[in-house]
């Protein structure tokens, strides 16, 4: 059977109505608890905020929760919680979003990009330990796509080292690392809730630490530097003044927030589930196309599935990652690039003087990654659209 022409080159596409990619799941629940925090008249920071931070530290298993207004606050709090201070260095992954270096420029600090591995995506520990100097004061690894960074050896380098470890783990709210849950291991964890990530608020994060200190100070800190007692202010338990203690970030997660991420939470093991079998399906109907699929977890590890991302072998299919990506949008199916690495952007190019080849396990992915529709908003038949459209343009002859 010959193929259908691409829609790309005026063949009929695969969809008509458009298949936005990363779209959020939210049911009748999230939408009743919004009005009803919008009928109490309580938008601020309040019951429902307390009420989801203990669901999510409970889920996490972790001592402590703070919720904030996104996970890119969270890594900015977390940097001066440790003891980064300016000057000092930070090792992450170039495999990110700009969150993750961003956060240790807010702070004064250095971003030190060290490459991933190239299966796992997730930083190269023995890498890291030939960067660290004595200006090291911590490490952010990522864990990419919700697949556990080798949390095991880094955390061990950076005991021996006297060294910091927060994690980036906007996109490993489900995460576990032989056996141990993220959220748990290191000094400090970052979540993300925003609007395309596995538990949703719109914009939101979560930092979790078993540590009271860092606990208590991320609570000031995110709200002016105001005293802890400041929260109450708009209780009914009756008025207190507050004193600013330091000159503190406007950071807090609100209700209206808060009543999404209840519901969100509550669904997460459920939606989970529902990507597990999604990315089976996946894997199964793209065997034999000239791409690889996302390798499993290691032994002891369990994978978040929050994006699924393919790499197209590129010199085979004989198309770039974009030309790939335009044929997807024209067949209908909206795709994300996770990432193009982040020494190649601007800013870090010209400050840092990264330059192609700086980072070849970062690049290659870069150049070949593509992440595809794998909300748990998709029905089987969108999924099996999906799965047409990667078929049709990945057998497509672009020579
Ligand atoms: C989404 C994301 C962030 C930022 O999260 P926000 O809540 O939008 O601040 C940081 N790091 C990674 C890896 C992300 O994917």
Redesign the pocket.
Known sequence: MATPELALRGGPPVRRAYLVFGSPDLRDEEIREVEAVLRSGWLGTGPRVARFEEAFREYIGARHAMALN????G?HLSMIAVGVRPGDEVITCPM??A??ANAILHVGALPVFVDCERDSMCLDPAAVEARITPRTKALLP?HFAGRAADMTRLLEIARRRGIKVVE?A??AIETVHRGRKVGTIADCTVF???V??NVVTG???MVTTEDPGIADWIKVAGLHGLTRDAWKRFSDEGYRHYEVTFPGFKYNMMDLQAALGIHQLARVEENLRRREALWRRYRQAFAGLPLTVPPEPAEGDRHARHLFTILLDVERLGATRDQVLQALHAEGIGTGV?YRPLHLQQYYRERFGYRPGSFPNAEWIGERTLSLPFSTKLSDADAEDVIRAVRKVCTAAWG
């Open positions: 996104s996970c890119t606050a890594l990110t979003f969150s993750s990522v980036d906007a996109h993300s809730f925003y395309t990530k914009e939101g994060g996770h």
